[in-house]
């Protein structure tokens, strides 16, 4: 509890420390909005004075005409007064007629010339009107536009400031998660445990507790993985089957406003975050999303559900096989998002699991404690060159079937071992020579077939359990067949039925012992760890089994020749003293006892036969 006290304080602090830069940012903005009102307030200040110079420009100028106007009409007033005097006195001046006639045509055309120059006035007090009103608007359009640029330079200096210290902040924080990481895992997995008491809790408000916290500025999304079905297992291509449900949710305050349900596609072009969150060990050409949903609620928490049938690797131990222990992982990335740009945590143990006891009854697994097998889930950072990803691995422990093993390895191997023990117990006739050839040695072909094949189907047989079982069930087929070979060169070669009777009753005690001793042995080392010093051992010791039979074998027959010739000079020597007392009576002579080496072979053939 005291590391999730101390990411709510972090958390608050973080949450403060956004809120004092979005207030500055806010009082950056209205500083400049302000100096933006202020501006073209002062524009349309100078519009509205130069627009009333123009009409104090007017006013004048229609003054100055209605003044030149009235002129001009007095002016006319006075040359027809003149006129008409000039009428009456017509008869008496005409010399003064014309020079009032000459009068009134220079009034009419200085009233003519005085109309002209209002015009031209009126024109001139126009042109200067609009001259001054477009360089007030070019003023007013230059001002607006240095408010605008100031505008846009406040902001950007204020995104800069906040997009930096940011960056300061991410950077302490990512190399803090370095430090902590380094110190908690010490070549161990990051476990996240989920106490029963928070599993318990409503989803809203579960915490996951784990061995150590990550703080980053990165969003964080929260996965659980569900097992419904493990189809297969391929332990030659090193993967397995499944259908898994993968849930995932995070909070995107940006998108409460859009409730409701979406496919992927559509809440993309909606404009929804979305995490791109993958299972990164899987077979390409094997991946199949059966349905996917994104669903959203009015706080901006998204919740993401897909199921998949997906094929994926696996890293095998085949050490113990067929008594091996398997672990199935499914591994979760962003295809997208960086280590930097989002972490992954683990749901509550909801959203976890295997579907029930039948998830691998199509497999020759079971579970470690029953048929559910056992699961755990982790989270990791894995940094390799310029990759740098968050990763939440799925684990499902499962065992070898001990039946599978009765049935693959146990049943063929003892059958073949019983049918070359049992060529022992054929007659030593001539006639059994073949039958008992071909009980000892095709097996042995049979086995060394099976080896063969094993060994090419699969690549990682060789460093197995298995094999170290199969190259002592080579080794004690290969017994009967030396010990074939000796018997018949003993009896037929050598012509010595004593001492092959002798060793068909040894090598019907030995066989059978060799396979309890071999067996016992061979178990000692069923955990995997030491299978090439086994195989070893085991060869050695077969060989020096053969070696011996071999040696006693040609030591027995030598030393059975050696007491024969001392039989035979035993007989020489009683017949020589026989010719020498001729005249001995008979009833005084012993009965000759038989040789021992003739009587030896006819009372083991009567016992055989």
Known sequence: MVAVNSDEEDNADEEDEDDEEDEDDQAGTQTASQADQK???T????????????????TDASADSSTAKSNASATSGAAVS????????????????????????????GKADEEDNADEAHEDEEDAKSQVARSHHQEAEEAVTLAVNEKAEVKHETSSRKKGRK????????????????????????????DDAIAQMPEAS????????????????????YCRKIFDIDLNARSFTSDVV????????????????????????EGIWVPDIAITNRVSSEYDTISSVIRIDGTGQVQQVDRVAVTAYSEFNMKAYPFDKQTLEIKLASKIHMLEDLRLHPLNLNYFGVKDDTVLDSTAYTGAKGDAPNWTVTTYPETDAGLSKSRGVFKIEVVHEGSSASRELFGPTIMLCAVSYLSLFFPLMLPFAMP?????????????GF?????????????????????????????????????????????????????????????????????????????????????????????LLEISAIAWTIKRNNSNQENEEEDDEFDEADKEREDEAPDAPLTTQPPAAAPKSAAAPAAAAEEQF
Not at 82 to 94: C, F, L, P
Not at 253 to 265: F, I, L, M, P, Q
Not at 518 to 537: D, K, L, M, Y
Request: hydrophobic share 45%; net charge positive.
């Open 451 to 543: 080896i063969s094949n094993s060994a090419g189907a699969r690549s990682w047989y060789p460093s197995t359990w298995a094999a170290v079982y199969h190259e002592f069930i080579l080794a004690q087929l290969s017994l009967p067949c030396l010990f074939c070979l000796l018997l018949e060169v003993t009896m037929h070669t050598w012509k010595n039925e004593f001492l092959a009777v002798n060793l068909l009753k040894k090598f019907r005690i030995t066989y059978p012992v060799a396979f309890i001793v071999g067996f016992i042995f061979v178990f000692c080392f069923i955990e995997g760890h030491s299978n090439r010093a086994a195989n070893i051992t085991v060869r050695v010791l077969y060989i």
């Open 82 to 109: 003149a006129v008409s005097d000039a009428a009456e006195k017509a008869a008496a001046k005409d010399k003064t007629s014309k020079a009032e006639t000459k009068d009134e045509d220079k009034a009419d055309a």
């Open 39 to 41: 501006a073209a307030q």
């Open 206 to 225: 579960v915490v996951q507790t784990a061995s150590h916290t990550l703080k980053a500025p990165a969003r964080d999304v929260f996965f659980g993985v």
């Open 246 to 269: 993968i849930t995932l949710r995070w909070n995107d305050t940006a998108s409460r406003t859009k409730t409701g349900t979406y496919g992927v596609d559509a809440a993309v072009k």
């Open 43 to 58: 524009s349309l200040t100078n519009v509205n004075a130069s627009n009333a110079s123009a009409q104090k420009v007017a």
């Open 167 to 194: 960056h300061v902040k991410r950077s302490a924080s990512l190399a803090q998660d370095e430090e902590v990481f380094a110190e908690h895992k010490k070549g161990e997995d990051d476990t996240y445990v989920v």
């Open 436 to 448: 008992r050839v071909g009980a000892t040695f095709i097996p042995l072909l049979a086995m060394v």
